[in-house]
């Protein structure tokens, strides 16, 4: 699994907004799992037939024609294309392509980064009974929802835990912190043990980062809308959550000057940083960057996120499918995405590719259950939220970045920072008519 591919897939997201030039239709937020799928009529399960055009973006999608296969091998009368797209390249391409109205039949998105394409103008709803929405990650299947409809079906799922060294834990004679105010003193514990910083923070102020202060409003009891679709981030806990990240900082534990992205991991094999707040990714790296089969074993451990007043709240993101409206062959294209979706062929995916599932009983599989470093990934999945549906959310979230660095390096207070942020937000809207 690529740490690399699931940045570029956010970041080629960032000026979206700016951008596009298709008609967007509603993409205010829906709380209304239930209504899960669209008027379509249901897919029905003769074979599949004609031709489908899947467009993907390069990472996890690189292994999909070997995952297909037995899909393939009993639907002989189809021929599935499939594009693959770099990732700094594909939403770019693919809103070209649905402006122009020459756009595959599938296409994969991302749930953090979909809202634009949430319409009925632009994809087909999911048919009735196509697949079971209880059956994915709750705040996976409702990044796809707007007014009740269901526009995507999760394909892959990723989240981000506390991952740390175990070693070090071990020497310090500490557990895993539960909660915000455990937090610093585990990672002060860990840099007596031997570390060089506690934890190798994210220094790139930008998306990513604003990805992380929206967490910790969620876990300090925030939102970043209200119900009726306004920004709601000049708040107490946005306040909060700008503190709470500063603090990393100002208490020593973190370094504004490094770690950069791709000495992450280097960085905690050779004990320079002792913890990261990342994703499942690493796990399968790790090895690598420590040139020693087994050192993961017996050098990490992870956690689920130490809780805020609030709990202990996540995101969640990944991979989508969806059907245009334009498809010719929309039958055989929802056979295909509910052949993705079934247990099996995720757990393909997984073995493929080390993508982790979406659907929830993949999970129960020999292959990732018993990966222990993945439990604390599990459990922060059942425990996530999904961005917000508003266009507008990547600049958003990158400007968040932004001031989050102000106020990590003392140049402004979180009380000021959260105002500009608000400010900001306001000035763009949501993009949502």
């Known amino acids: 699994m690529s740490n690399l591919s699931r940045r570029g897939a956010l970041r080629l997201t960032a000026g979206i907004a700016l951008t596009c030039t298709l008609t967007l239709a509603g993409c205010g937020r829906s709380n209304d799992t239930a209504a899960s799928t669209g008027t379509a009529k249901p897919i029905d399960a003769s074979a599949a037939t004609g031709t489908v055009n899947v467009w993907a973006a390069q990472g996890d999608a690189d292994v999909l024609e070997k995952v297909i296969e037995p899909f393939k091998a009993a639907n002989r009368d189809l021929t599935v294309k499939l594009t693959l797209i770099p990732n700094a390249e594909y939403y770019t391409k693919l809103q070209s392509a649905i402006a122009a109205g020459n756009g595959p039949d599938v296409a994969q998105f991302f749930p953090e980064s979909q809202a634009q394409f949430l319409s009925p103008s632009i994809l087909q709803p999911v048919p009735d009974d196509l697949i079971d929405p209880n059956a994915f990650f709750k705040s996976l299947w409702d990044a796809g929802v707007v007014k009740g409809v269901a526009y995507t079906v999760p394909w892959y799922a990723y989240t981000y835990a506390l991952v740390y060294r175990s070693d070090l834990a071990k020497k310090a004679g500490v557990k895993a912190p539960a909660t915000w105010e455990e937090l610093v003193p585990f990672l002060k514990a860990l840099q007596g043990a031997g570390a060089g910083h506690g934890l190798g923070a994210d220094i790139g102020w930008d998306i990513f980062n604003g990805q992380d202060v929206a ?133 393909a995916q997984y073995k493929a590719y080390s993508s982790l599932p979406a659907v929830v009983s993949a999970w129960d599989d020999p292959a990732i259950k018993d990966q222990p470093l993945l439990d604390a990934f599990l459990t922060q999945l059942k425990n996530t939220r999904s961005f917000p549906q508003a266009s507008t959310w990547q600049q958003v979230a990158t400007r968040l970045g932004k001031e989050m660095e102000t106020v990590a390096k003392g140049k402004q207070s979180a009380e000021k920072a959260a105002a500009s942020i608000q400010a900001y937000a306001e000035s763009l809207g949501t993009g949502t008519r």
Request: a neutral charge; proline letters at 6%; charged letters at 10%.
């Open 215 to 347: 967490m910790y409003a969620w876990q300090a009891g925030g939102s970043l809308l209200s119900s009726d679709g306004k920004w709601t981030l000049d708040t107490p806990a946005m306040v909060e959550a700008l503190k709470f990240n500063a603090s990393f900082f100002t208490s020593g534990v973190a370094d504004t000057s490094g770690p950069g992205f791709l000495d992450s991991q280097p960085y905690f094999v050779a004990g320079k940083t002792a913890s990261m707040i990342t994703g499942p990714w690493v796990i399968g790296q790790l090895d690598t960057a420590a040139k020693k089969t087994g050192w993961t074993a017996s050098h990490v451990a992870t956690a689920p996120l130490p809780a805020g007043p609030s709990g202990s709240v996540s995101f969640s993101a990944g991979g989508s499918w969806g059907v245009l409206a334009t498809s010719g062959n929309a039958a055989a294209s929802w056979k295909l995405i509910r052949h993705i979706s079934q247990p099996s062929t995720q757990v």
